[in-house]
């Protein structure tokens, strides 16, 4: 009696029991303990003073029109924009000059096309 019912299955059957595996061996991977650090004085310190050596260089490598504006910088600002309130029903100053009412003073200025900012 026939065991395979054509040469092509029994080559199959015979590979199929013959065949190895083309996987490489698996190694056990050693087992690692994790070390906890713990927090020492010397540490924060060495933290601390990277910290400052850090602030220190962007301070002193950032231009002043780069670094952010604070709080104080935009109420000072905002108190500036404020003070100064255009005045559009008079006419042009002896120069040229753009009337501005002062509302600190209560008094009409003139300003040369721009308001009076101080240049840091």
Do not use: W
């Not at 850090?54 to 003070?83: C, M, W």
Request: proline letters at 4%.
């Amino acid at each position: 009696m026939q065991k395979f019912c054509s040469a092509t299955c029994r080559s199959k059957a015979h590979h199929q029991k013959t065949k190895t595996s083309n996987l490489l061996p698996v190694k056990q991977a050693p087992q690692l303990t994790n070390k906890i650090e713990k927090m020492s004085a010397a540490g924060i310190g060495n933290a601390t003073a990277g910290a400052l050596a850090a602030d220190v260089l962007k301070n002193a490598f950032t231009n002043s029109n780069n670094k952010p504006a604070t709080k104080g910088d935009i109420l000072a600002l905002s108190q500036k924009i404020e003070r100064y309130q255009r005045v559009l029903n008079i006419t042009l100053g002896a120069n040229g000059e753009l009337p501005y009412f002062d509302m600190v003073t209560k008094q009409i200025v003139y300003f040369k096309n721009t308001l009076p900012f101080k240049k840091s």
